[in-house]
């Protein structure tokens, strides 16, 4: 019939009994042709005496024991001095997926993956909140329009990328890294003392090192520093203070590199 070849799982029950079951409900609950009629709708969907209306979203288990989160639509009809009552049950993994990807897409730096800007001011007022102890680190990648000039675009993702690699190498538990815009980065290291601080600073100069032997193209070089928070300061001023020491460094860092070449 027409009906049971709509896409969507569709049942009709009978005092809680199936009746009638299309196929796009027996491959959503893997049953096999007819075997859904007869069955109480209870037991094949157990959540689905719990739903709070008659558009609610529950999950189905399959029977491998898959959870498949659906949107239960109920409709009622009477025929011979009966009620029927008309389930659909809409797969709704395809919508929760995107929403999953806008999300990220949202809080996440497309080109290296870390967080963005806008993450970092969806948790700002978290890690100001009291008097919870918390250090910034900045975090500059050194000479990338040089590379976007001369080599290509290409050439400064692949940096790029790779200093977001070296900043993974000191996130520990609830600490999270951004990428700010541009060749900027900032790292918030969460409940962190003076030697968290300065530990995470030489984890990424190590990481930076490494990628320096393994890598092929132009070496990763940044520019760091930090600050730790001062009483309750909010999260500016800490940035602040950990970019100016980042300018402090590269400054030190090319005035170090003229004397080499001198």
Do not use: W
Request: aromatic share 2%.
């Amino acid at each position: 019939a027409l009906r049971d070849a709509v896409p969507v799982p569709r049942g009709v029950l009978r005092d809680g009994v199936v009746l009638r079951a299309n196929p796009a409900s027996e491959r959503l609950l893997e049953a096999s042709s007819g075997s859904l009629v007869g069955q109480v709708f209870d037991e094949l969907v157990p959540a689905f005496r719990e739903r709070q209306s008659d558009r609610s979203v529950l999950e189905v288990r399959t029977r491998d024991g898959a959870r498949v989160p659906v949107e239960a639509s109920v409709g009622r009809a009477r025929a011979a001095e009966c009620e029927l009552v008309v389930v659909l049950l809409h797969d709704v993994r395809p919508r929760i997926e995107a929403e999953a990807r806008l999300l990220r897409a949202s809080t996440h730096d497309a080109l290296t993956g870390l967080h963005n800007r806008a993450y970092l001011d969806v948790r700002r007022g978290e890690i100001e909140r009291g008097r919870r102890a918390f250090a910034a680190v900045i975090a500059d990648v050194d000479g990338l329009k040089i590379v976007n000039d001369e080599l290509g675009h290409d050439a400064g993702d692949r940096l790029l990328e790779r200093a977001a690699d070296a900043l993974r190498a000191a996130v520990g538990e609830g600490d999270f890294a951004v990428r700010l815009g541009g060749d900027e980065f900032a790292l918030l290291l969460l409940d962190a003392d003076e030697p968290r601080l300065r530990a995470a600073i030489e984890q990424v100069r190590a990481r930076v090192e490494q990628l320096a032997r393994e890598g092929d193209g132009p070496a990763l070089s940044l520019s760091l520093g930090g600050a730790l928070r001062e009483d309750d300061e909010p999260l500016a001023p800490v940035l602040k203070r950990a970019d100016t020491r980042m300018y402090q460094d590269k400054t030190a860092r090319r005035a170090a590199r003229g004397q080499l070449r001198r």
